[in-house]
Each structure stands twice: as C-alpha cells, then as structure tokens.
C-alpha cells in the first residue's frame, strides 16, 4: 500500500531524511519509534505530501506520489492524518467537522454527509456530543473527533502523528482503543508514538529511526526483546 524508495530530504543543509526504504502492506500496522528530532513527523509529511522529497520515490496504492493538481488532492484524501494537535475548526459543531470535509471536497450531498458523519462519531463513541463546539469536549472526545474527521475522507491509508502526546494521561486510553478499533478492522496504518503498550497490541512491525536513518524494522516481540543495535536498545531503556 505504500512504498517508500530511498527518500532523501534535507531542510537547507540539514539531511533530515536518510535513504529511507520503506514498505507497508494493506492492512499492516506499522509503529515508528525514535528520539525527538530522528525525522519521524518529516517522513509522516512526506507520506501525505505537506513536505516534498529531495530525492526518491513514494508510492500510494501503486501511484506515485504527483507533484500537484486534482491528481494530489486526490491522492491526499486517501492518506488520513491525524496530528498531536487536533485541529478541528473551533466555530463549528463536531457534527459538521466530520461532515464538510465530504461535503465540500467529495462533493457528497449534506444529508448523507451528516449521517455518515453520525455513524462515524457513533464508531469512535461520542455521538452524543455531535451538536457540540470543540471547546466544550475533553482533548481525548476532541482527538476522536479529529479521527472521525479523517475516516469520514474514506482513508484507505490512516497516519497517526503522536496523537496522544497532548492528552491528559487519564485520555490516553480512549484515543490508542479506537486506534487498536482501527487496526482490527484492518486498515493500513502508520503510527508515531511513543505509547510502548500500543506497539506491543496494535504493530505487526515497529520501525526505529535515529538521525534520519531507520535503524531497524522489526515485529514488537523481536524489538522490545532483542533490538539488535546499541542506538536502539539505548532508546528502550529510556522509553520503557
Ligand atoms: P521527530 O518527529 O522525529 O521529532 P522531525 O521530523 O520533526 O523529527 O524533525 C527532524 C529534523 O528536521 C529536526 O532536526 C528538525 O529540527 C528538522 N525540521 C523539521 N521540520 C523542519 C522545517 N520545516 N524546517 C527546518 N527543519 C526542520
Ligand atoms: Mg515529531
């Protein structure tokens, strides 16, 4: 589902991404882990296209990554993305957050937009919150508003930038289990986090990065029992 070949990126001199090869299947679930500053967000970016390649090559689903047009929006709308922040438009009701994307870039009618929109809030549990403002939930109902948002685009690839690392630790739990939800279902995922429970339930592989390079990619019982280089058994001995 995504294919990832070689990918350089530098920010002015700074070589943030390092030959980066990357393959997920449909329906893996891959977990990237790493330090701060290791470029996790960067390849994120460059999964989705808010960054460009300096060099290299993404494929989605088999197409290439374009460089612009109704070709990548398109392609954008099949890679979901979901940030630490959430994001949602302040002066709307979460019900019409899940509901304009739809409406106004899939040009889908409003009515079934607000219903498919409710059916999506139902799955992540906070139906009832639906004629809300954002303000007025937690950042846990908030964050799953947000993922509701993204599946409303019809994702066939979910992207999951910390999205926990903003939350009340009471919070947490409520975001990971609609992620695990997610997972089981069997969409294609990848997920930045430094929640170890999550990769040990949700990953088949987790990918360590360290200074643009991925260090080692492996299934969780593999890497949170026999990491194989220094760089990333000194991470686990930090984050564990
Ligand atoms: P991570 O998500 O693993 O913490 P990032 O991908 O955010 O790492 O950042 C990797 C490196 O790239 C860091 O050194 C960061 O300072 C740098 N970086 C990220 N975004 C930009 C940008 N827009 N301009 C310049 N440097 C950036
Ligand atoms: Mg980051």
Do not use: W
């Amino acid at each position: 589902m995504i294919e990832v070949r070689g990918v350089n990126k530098y920010f002015g001199d700074h070589h943030v991404l390092r030959d980066i090869d990357l393959d997920v299947a449909a329906g893996e679930v891959v977990v990237i882990v790493g330090p701060s500053g290791s470029g996790k967000s960067t390849l994120c970016r460059c999964l989705n296209r808010l960054e460009t390649v300096s060099s290299g090559e993404i494929r989605i689903d088999g197409r290439t990554l374009p460089g612009e047009g109704r070709e990548l929006a398109r392609l954008r709308a099949e890679v979901g993305m979901v940030f630490q922040s959430f994001n949602l438009f302040g002066h709307r009701t979460i019900l019409d957050n899940v509901a304009l994307g739809p409406i106004h870039v899939g040009k889908k009618d409003r009515k079934q937009a607000r219903a498919d929109a409710l059916e999506l809030l139902e799955r992540v549990g906070i139906a009832e919150q639906a004629g809300k403002y954002p303000a007025q939930l937690s950042g846990g109902q908030q964050q799953r508003a947000a993922i509701a948002r993204s599946l409303a685009m019809r994702p066939t690839v979910m992207l999951f930038d910390e999205p926990t690392s903003a939350l009340d630790p009471e919070m947490v739990s409520e975001v990971l289990d609609v992620m695990v939800g997610l997972a089981a279902e069997g969409m294609t995922m990848v997920v930045v986090t430094h929640e170890m429970g999550f990769a040990r339930r949700a990953a088949d592989r987790v990918v360590f990065m360290d200074e643009g390079q991925i260090v080692e990619s492996d299934h969780p019982d593999t890497f949170f029992t026999g990491a194989r280089s220094e760089r990333a058994r000194s991470f686990l001995s930090k984050v564990l």
